[in-house]
């Protein structure tokens, strides 16, 4: 697969050409909503007058289609948004063009991110780039799969719960969640805000490290940014103590999930690694948290929704309410609704503590439970998924069967601690399992460096 | 286990603005009491002193100059956004 050094020192304009045409003959996957084809060229020739230089200069790549970004509507695959034209581009978009880089598409998701199949799409779903019969995984499919098929060396995504790690893992490729607050989410349509993180799919750690890199810091615009923390780097990581997050290798989880994630401990160990088994108690409660925490959050974010200032708007209603209420229930998918139907009955009155107040406690016991791990290991390692990729349409009729492909990638969302989902082979049908790194917030240098070194072996 | 009437999912749409279908009603009461029924478990864990966490980012008080940035967002970029619109104001239906 092609990287992002195959792409500098080159003619812009052929190799948006080049992207956009795979794009198109790829086009049965339904990985991208849009492409920006009239400004991707225009912005190709700049790079190749001399106009705009930079890191990334005449590098395509493709952005999930909740990031604000001009030459296509913004739609979150929604009908909510089939026609938003964004007013302004995100931070993270727009730090990639200020070193050169050129988004060519916009790529399908779960309406609003919501799902981890992007089987919710309102436009239909992404087929995997290994298996067409079986999901891409989510929410950022999309991103996933036009990286994995080699449209493009590197894509944006949104992880709120695993929403780039699964469908990484699912595909093949590489997925950062980074440390909550290194990239600014202005202009990214928001999910949770206590959990929503920007990060990246690559073909390469190295690529993914280096895209975070440009993306990372603080932003007057998202007052969430940590202070810059993040510096690539290059040393060679030496006998770390690393935990292997044993209620993620139960009988629970497919066989071979389980074979290649100890197979990459082995390779840790040869390494010179020290690789020991530990226990995350709180993990199997997790997901509940999660689904008590996201929707009381989304429930909040989505009220913007109304159909008066943006977005769809309903026809032939009389009063207000019903112009809120029809709005809402034809612009949202039905995991939308159930999802801030959730979060509404989570956050009424005489629900609150039993709910959301008891999941904000446990997350303090969860969090509380990773920093006394991080005080003995550096790295966590667990499988990223339980199964690789399921068939399309597997899961759509149970809610919680599609949640629990989540189980292993929400406790780093609800700690803000930074996670990698990195390639570890496939199963005996081809279909790709990745490992998950997780680390100490703030962290990310050393989980990257540490997923570069084992990358050859 | 928690049970969820019908009556119940329609409260829950108002409280969400959400004029349901009635195709829809009864899908979504299953599952909402099936995923209240999951999420149910956190009843077991003992959390008596231990405080809620809200966020995580670790900062505190995040202050900025109390100065006027329109973003380099124009207002009628923004109306134009608006499904309808009239004389540089947003329409909407009668409200009383």
């Known amino acids: 697969m092609s990287t992002i050094s195959d792409f500098l020192n080159k003619n812009a304009r052929q190799s948006v050409q080049d ?5 198109k003959d790829n086009d049965s996957y339904h990985a991208l909503l849009s492409l920006t084809e009239e400004r991707a060229l225009e912005r190709a020739d700049a790079v190749d007058r001399g106009e705009i230089t930079g890191k990334l200069a005449g590098v395509p790549f493709v952005v999930k289609d909740n990031f604000l970004a001009y030459g296509a509507p913004t739609t979150a695959a929604s009908t909510m948004l089939e026609t938003f034209n964004a007013p302004l581009q995100a931070t993270a978009v727009e730090r990639l063009e200020a070193e050169g880089a050129i988004c060519i598409g916009k790529a399908n998701l779960d309406a609003f991110a919501h799902g981890g199949s992007t089987e919710n799409s309102a436009f239909g779903p992404t087929k995997n780039a290994v298996d067409p019969t079986r999901v891409a995984g989510g929410s950022s499919g999309g991103s996933a799969v036009v990286t994995a098929l080699d449209i493009v060396p590197f894509a944006l995504g949104s992880d709120t719960g695993g929403s780039i790690r699964q469908p990484a893992s699912f595909n093949g490729v590489v997925g950062v969640k980074p440390t909550y607050g290194t990239v600014s989410r202005y202009g990214v349509v928001a999910m949770a805000s206590s959990t929503d993180t920007i990060g990246t799919f690559a073909t390469t750690v190295t690529d993914a490290e280096l895209v975070m890199s440009i993306m990372a810091g603080q932003d007057p615009k998202d007052m969430t940014t940590l202070p810059d923390f993040f510096t690539a780097t290059t040393d060679a990581l030496v006998g770390l103590k690393i935990g292997l997050v044993k209620e993620c290798m139960t009988d629970d989880v ?33 997901l509940a948290m999660y689904y008590v925490i996201v929707p009381a959050e989304l429930s909040s974010n989505l009220a913007r929704y109304d159909g008066i200032r943006y977005g769809h708007r309903a026809q032939g209603v009389q009063t207000l309410a019903e112009l809120y209420g029809k709005s809402r229930d034809e612009g949202f998918v039905t995991e939308n609704k159930r999802r801030i139907m959730i979060g509404s009955y989570v956050l009424s009155s005489g629900f609150f503590d039993a709910y959301y107040l008891q999941a904000q406690k446990a997350r303090t016991l969860l969090i509380n439970e990773f920093n006394t791990l991080f005080s003995h290991y550096d790295v966590l390692i667990s499988p990223v998924a339980p199964t690789p ?3 399309l349409g597997e899961n759509t009729s149970d809610p919680i069967k599609m949640y629990l492909a989540d189980m292993m990638t929400v406790p780093a969302s609800l700690a803000g601690i930074p996670a990698l989902s990195v390639p570890a082979g496939t199963n005996g049908a081809g279909l790709p399992i990745g490992v998950q790194l997780m680390g100490a917030r703030r962290s990310d240098a050393t989980l990257f460096a540490l997923a570069r070194s084992m990358e050859a072996k | ?39 149910e478990q956190l009843s077991q864990l003992d959390t008596s002193g231990v405080e809620p966490t809200y966020q995580v980012t670790d900062l505190e008080n995040v202050w900025r100059t109390d100065t006027i940035d329109d973003y380099g967002i124009n207002r009628d970029d923004l109306i134009a956004l608006a499904p309808e619109s009239k004389d540089g104001q947003i329409k909407v239906p009668k409200v009383l």
């Not at chain 1, 992207?19 to 794009?23: G, L, P």
């Open chain 1, 19 to 23: 992207a956009i045409a795979k794009a």
């Open chain 1, 254 to 286: 497919d066989v071979e999930v389980r074979a290649r994630t100890n197979e990459y401990v082995e390779k840790l160990k040869s390494a010179g690694h020290k690789v020991e088994e530990v226990s995350l108690s709180m993990l199997p409660h997790s």
């Open chain 1, 389 to 391: 990729a399921f068939l």
């Open chain 2, 1 to 39: 286990m928690t049970q969820i009437t019908r009556d119940d999912v329609l409260h829950l749409a108002q409280l969400s603005s959400l004029a349901l279908g009635d195709d829809e009603i009864d899908g979504l009461r299953t599952d909402i009491e099936n995923i209240l029924g999951y999420v």
